[in-house]
């Protein structure tokens, strides 16, 4: 199986585990220049942008670890962008960017993992 095989099959259980908590899906791999934001979910009327992250094991560290700060900053960018062509901004809409880690068989869901602030 690819990599990207792979990677689309944790996105499909992440988006169904945070359909089954309630969120209502929008969009999946959202490629913007500069940035891919791997699901978009809406809580109610927030705007939650999900990062999806794999890792087979924890020897170099949890998949919630290697969302690295410029990590962040790429997808806020494309948060920003994304919600730009819709005539949204981070100052007009509730948004959040939470991480769904998956380490092994873990799975790990962290709410407002990081923020535009």
């Given amino acids: 199986?690819?990599?990207?095989?792979?990677?689309?099959?944790?996105e499909r259980q992440a988006r169904h585990y945070l359909e089954r908590?309630?969120?209502?899906?929008?969009?999946?791999?959202?490629?913007?220049?500069?940035?891919e934001l791997d699901l978009i979910m809406r809580d109610g009327q927030?705007?939650?942008?999900?990062?999806?992250?794999?890792?087979?094991?924890?020897a170099f560290g949890d998949a919630a670890s290697s969302v690295t700060y410029r990590k962040q900053q790429r997808l806020l960018h494309a948060a920003a962008v994304w919600l730009?062509?819709?005539?949204?901004?981070?100052?007009?809409?509730?948004?959040?960017?939470?991480?769904?880690?998956?380490?092994?068989?873990?799975?790990?869901?962290i709410p407002n993992a990081f923020n535009a602030d």
């Avoid at 690819?2 to 099959?9: E, F, L, M, T």
């Avoid at 927030?46 to 924890?58: G, M, Q």
């Fill in 1 to 10: 199986m690819s990599q990207r095989a792979k990677g689309a099959g944790y």
């Fill in 21 to 35: 908590a309630g969120l209502t899906f929008t969009a999946a791999n959202v490629v913007i220049r500069g940035g």
């Fill in 46 to 58: 927030t705007w939650v942008f999900v990062e999806v992250r794999y890792r087979r094991n924890a």
């Fill in 84 to 109: 730009a062509k819709r005539g949204a901004s981070f100052d007009t809409s509730s948004c959040r960017f939470d991480v769904l880690a998956i380490t092994d068989n873990q799975l790990e869901w």
